[in-house]
């Protein structure tokens, strides 16, 4: 779908196969900016180029003018098509410096961080060609210009992107959606991310990567809904560990998920169990 004069968001519907052989429907979205050339943000899994590709030549263009991918981070549903689609199109691979080891190296990814169904999911390590920092533009072509805004906690090398003009933001996976699966590296340094966004003028469209995309005052609900949900599952994972010191991992996901109204059944999730633990360096 159209969101703006430049912007398309392609919705990604893909399956993971936990370690229960249960299938967990998710979607990821990805972008395409249409110029002269072309330009995405994040590529989806595996496979994601067919849909791409299709899109981009129901719109009457050519996938070959792919000019740049910039990946919001290297997990497997933003990564997974990024090497044939480079390998197709010859497209600049950007990315933040934090990322660029596990976008180079996907094996490296899978051991440091084991996502079920990680090899389905990711279509191989892809050279990073420009590494981008906090405050940097990326020059896409004559009036296409991404400002990049480093927002880590959801992983090291998140970035978020406004796009000059059209009033948008990328977000990739910063703010968490309640009632969706928690997954982050650091609940405090991602609120402070969050915060960035907050205080952004010209954000009237919100492009996450896993929702719809949202515009004007929702789109301030939605930052400052992704910020309390954040604190209340922080602030119950410090009130069971502190109380219950004997509780192991598991058993104080099941507490707080149970506590903030989510579904206990997320525990059996090694990466949601994770994403709460990472509070605990804080007691
Ligand atoms: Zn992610």
Same mark, same amino acid.
């Given at each position: ?13 893909? &399956? ?55 990946? =919001? ?24 410096? &934090? ?31 420009? =590494? ?18 480093? =927002? ?64 004007? &005052? ?23 560990? =502190? ?41």
């Amino acid at each position: 779908m159209q969101v703006s004069k430049h912007v398309h968001a392609l919705k990604i519907p893909f &399956n993971i196969t936990i370690d229960s052989g249960k299938k967990l429907e998710r979607f990821v979205y990805c972008f395409i900016i249409f110029g002269s050339k072309i330009h995405l943000v994040d590529s989806g899994v595996s496979s994601s180029e067919k849909l791409i590709f299709d899109y981009i030549r129901q719109k009457g263009r050519n996938p070959e003018d792919i000019a740049s991918l910039t990946l =919001t981070h290297s997990h497997p549903d933003h990564i997974g098509a990024a090497k044939s689609i480079r390998d197709f199109s010859g497209c600049t691979i950007i990315a933040h410096e &934090n990322e660029k080891d596990w976008i180079e190296n996907t094996e490296k990814q899978f051991a440091d961080r084991p996502v079920p169904g990680f090899s389905s999911l990711v279509g191989g390590s892809v050279p990073v060609d420009k =590494t981008v920092e906090h405050g940097e533009e990326i020059n896409l072509e004559e009036g296409l210009r991404l400002h990049v805004i480093h =927002t880590p906690g959801h992983s090291r090398g998140s970035i978020s992107m406004s796009l000059d003009y059209e009033d948008i933001l990328f977000s990739g996976d910063v703010i968490p959606l309640p009632g969706d699966m928690p997954i982050y590296d650091d609940p405090l340094v991602l609120i402070e991310s969050i915060e960035k966004l907050q205080r952004l003028k010209n954000r009237s469209i919100l492009l996450s990567s896993w929702d719809e995309p949202r515009v004007g &005052n929702l789109v301030d609900t939605i930052i400052s809904d992704g910020i309390k949900h954040l604190r209340q599952l922080h602030n119950s994972v410090m009130e069971v560990a =502190t109380n219950q010191k004997t509780v192991d991992s598991l058993e104080m996901s099941k507490i707080v998920l149970h506590r903030v109204g989510l579904p206990t059944a997320m525990a059996s999730i090694p990466l949601v169990v994770r994403s709460l633990s990472s509070s605990i360096k804080y007691i």
